[in-house]
């Protein structure tokens, strides 16, 4: 697949979604299930996956958005964006690479992959090196495996337990110490979905 900046990214996944469930959405459909404001922002980001051979050109205004084979084909990769501690709090770094991910390990919104670091997940078997699926999201249920943002800055793999006055950060390794922080300074990024490990 050719490079593709994060919306367009956001954009082929929801259209990919839309192909499982059996439909070709309109330009004003897809602006909808994105949450997206302009339609004209979208119908560039649109064009630029007309142009990468990714969707099939848009003959016309209210005619459906449908993807090509090549897009369906690679519908079973997943963006790799990075690691992300599981013992305590680090960055999760950027990247590119594309990685397979059967349907049935996936959650039912945009999901993506981050490779583990650590040990403090170990007792729920999340172990160093394994890959976890994460579907995007900004709101979690306690009890939940979150990819959690510590003050805007770093990423890190807890269970998570929110009260009205903090929230708290479980790890799954009796040498960890749960982590307590004000609810202001942890914002949910996504619920982990799957696992991968390779021996």
Known sequence: MPPLTPRQREVLEALRDCAREGQAPSLDELCRRLGMRSRGSLHRHVQALVDAGLVQPMAGQHRGVHLTETAMEDADTLPLLGRIAAGRPIEAVADSEQVAVPSWLRGRGRCYVLE????????????????????????????????????????????????????????????????????????VQGVVVGQMRRY
Request: hydrophobic share 35%; charged share 30%; proline share 6%.
């Open 116 to 187: 583990v670091r650590g040990d403090s997940m170990a007792d729920e078997g999340i172990l160093d090196g394994d890959r976890i699926v994460v579907e995007h999201r900004e709101q979690a249920r306690n009890g939940e495996i979150v990819v959690a943002l510590v003050d805007g800055e770093s990423a890190t793999l807890k269970r998570i337990e929110q009260r009205p006055d903090c929230v708290i950060l479980y790890p799954a390794n009796a040498a960890h110490e749960p982590q307590r922080y004000h609810p202001t300074r942890i914002t």
